[in-house]
Nanobody, 126 residues
Framework: QVQLVESGGGLVQAGGSLRLSCAAS????????MGWFRQAPGNEREFVAA????????YYADSVKGRFTISRDNAKNTVYLQMNSLKPEDTAVYYC???????????????????WGQGTQVTVSS
C-alpha cells in the first residue's frame, strides 16, 4: 500500500515556473514507477510525465516536452515535476500516481497505475 500526497501547486503567470512534489508513504518507494497526470475542467485526465523506479528512464507528453522535468529522490520517497515556461493551457489539477514494478519500460497508460494522490491545482494566468 502506498499513499501519495502532492504539493507545490498554485497560481503563476504565463512563462513562470512551479515545482510539484509528491511524497509517498511506505518503505518500498524505490520499487514503484511514478507518473504525473493532469485533468483540466471538462477534459479527461491525461498523461504528463513518467519515470522508472530507478530514475533511469523518463518520458513526457509532447505538450510538455522541453518544459517539464520529472525526477525522483528514492531516499526521500519523493517524486518531483519541475514545470518551466508555463502556459495557460497547463492549467489543471495535477496528480501523481504509483505503479509497482522495477521495469525499465516507462509506463504512460493511466489504468496501469494503482495508487493516486488527491491532486494539486495549478493555475497559469495569461
Amino acid at each position: 500500500q502506498v499513499q501519495l500526497v502532492e504539493s507545490g501547486g498554485g497560481l503563476v503567470q504565463a512563462g513562470g515556473s512551479l515545482r510539484l512534489s509528491c511524497a509517498a508513504s511506505g518503505r518500498t518507494f524505490s520499487s514503484y514507477a511514478m507518473g504525473w497526470f493532469r485533468q483540466a475542467p471538462g477534459n479527461e485526465r491525461e498523461f504528463v510525465a513518467a519515470i522508472t523506479w530507478s530514475g533511469g528512464s523518463t518520458y513526457y507528453a509532447d505538450s510538455v516536452k522541453g518544459r517539464f522535468t520529472i525526477s525522483r529522490d528514492n531516499a526521500k520517497n519523493t517524486v518531483y515535476l519541475q514545470m518551466n515556461s508555463l502556459k495557460p493551457e497547463d492549467t489543471a489539477v495535477y496528480y501523481c500516481a504509483a505503479r509497482f514494478g522495477r521495469s525499465t519500460v516507462v509506463v504512460t497508460i493511466e489504468r496501469e497505475y494503482t495508487y493516486w494522490g488527491q491532486g494539486t491545482q495549478v493555475t497559469v494566468s495569461s
